[in-house]
């Protein structure tokens, strides 16, 4: 409606209105474009700070949470990363500040390796009770055909 | 019957599991090791709240066993804990810094003036900067360094004054000795 009516008094003012607008939807990109932070920039902040653990909060991470002290070591975590370090150093950064329980993911060393190798010997421990008892059942299978009283199996 | 060697297997393992889950229960999950402990101090340079246009470097008090105790007027427990920081101030060779962490000026002033000032003089981090480079997550927290600039004992929550007596002050004065 309105650019017919602009139309109407004329052909150049029509072509200086629209080309205002067209300056006015330029600024308008430009200025949130300098408004929005970097989207990469918040896409690696955000991966980053899945994997921290909020240090007042305990079982949220980072990301997940907005208390003060999160919401700070964010901050620090966007200008480190702004400033050019890789996720690998400000991770450490931080490990030196605050110690492996910053980490949701612990590190592989001589103090958590049972945490590490715990998950695999617990089913081969089952596997290895599994099959003593399936062993056994067997070898009582036989006692019980052999003439033999006084078994387990037998009552 | 014969003797089956893995019968006695659950019985262990849930006695194993009692004693892991009782240590458990008695080791205090707010009480985070620091891994600043037996490495430098962190830097910083903060201004000092009694005299403006003065700055605090920690390089400062070499030579010098000092405690940072961090506060801040909105926190509660830092007022608890004055009556054991001023014990702390007046019982060791020791100077005793605060750092006032993320807190105004004026509002760390007035605290002072209306709660008494335990410290040799307060320095302001204002933005938290060097509360993240002390690894500070929960204030009142305290540190020990010794003449050498080196971080050796860290308390998180409020002191006590039994805290005080019996490893500060104990550890204070070890150090002031070698």
Request: aromatic share 6%.
């Amino acid at each position: 409606m309105a650019e017919r009516g602009v139309q109407a008094v004329g052909p150049g003012t029509g072509a200086w209105a629209r080309r205002a607008g067209a300056l006015l939807l330029a600024l308008a990109a430009g200025a949130a474009a300098a408004a929005l932070p970097d989207p990469v920039l918040e896409a690696r902040v955000a991966r980053l700070s899945e994997e921290l653990r909020c240090l007042v909060c305990r079982n949220q991470s980072l990301a997940d949470s907005d208390a003060e002290l999160a919401r700070d070591l964010k901050r620090e975590l966007r200008e480190q990363l702004a400033a050019g370090r890789s996720e690998g150093e400000v991770r450490d950064y931080l490990v030196q500040r605050y110690g492996d329980f910053v980490l949701y993911r612990p590190p592989l060393k001589a103090s958590t390796a049972l945490l590490w190798i715990a998950p695999l010997l617990l089913p081969l421990a089952g596997l290895a009770v599994l099959w003593s008892r399936w062993r056994r059942a067997r070898g009582e299978d036989d006692e019980d055909a052999a003439p033999v009283q006084g078994g387990e199996g037998a009552a | 019957m014969r003797i089956r060697p893995l019968l006695g297997l659950p019985l262990v393992a849930f006695a194993v599991l009692v004693l892991l889950l009782g240590r458990g229960l008695q080791l205090d999950a707010h009480e985070l090791p620091s891994p600043l402990i037996g490495k430098p101090a962190p830097a910083f340079n903060l201004q000092r709240l009694d005299a403006p246009g003065t700055r605090f470097v920690p390089a400062q008090m070499r030579g010098k066993v000092w405690v940072l105790n961090v506060w801040a007027s909105w926190c509660a427990p830092c007022r608890a804990e004055l009556p054991a920081v001023q014990a702390l101030a007046e019982g060791a060779r020791v100077s005793v810094v605060g750092l006032n962490y993320k807190d105004s000026a004026e509002g760390a002033r007035e605290w002072l003036k209306a709660n008494g000032n335990p410290y040799a003089f307060t320095a302001l981090d204002t933005q938290g900067k060097a509360g993240i480079d002390w690894g500070v997550y929960g204030v009142p927290e305290t540190f020990v360094i010794d003449q050498r600039g080196v971080v050796r004992h860290k308390h998180t929550g409020p002191l006590t004054p039994e805290t005080v007596r019996k490893e500060l002050l104990p550890l204070i004065e070890r150090l002031n000795r070698g």
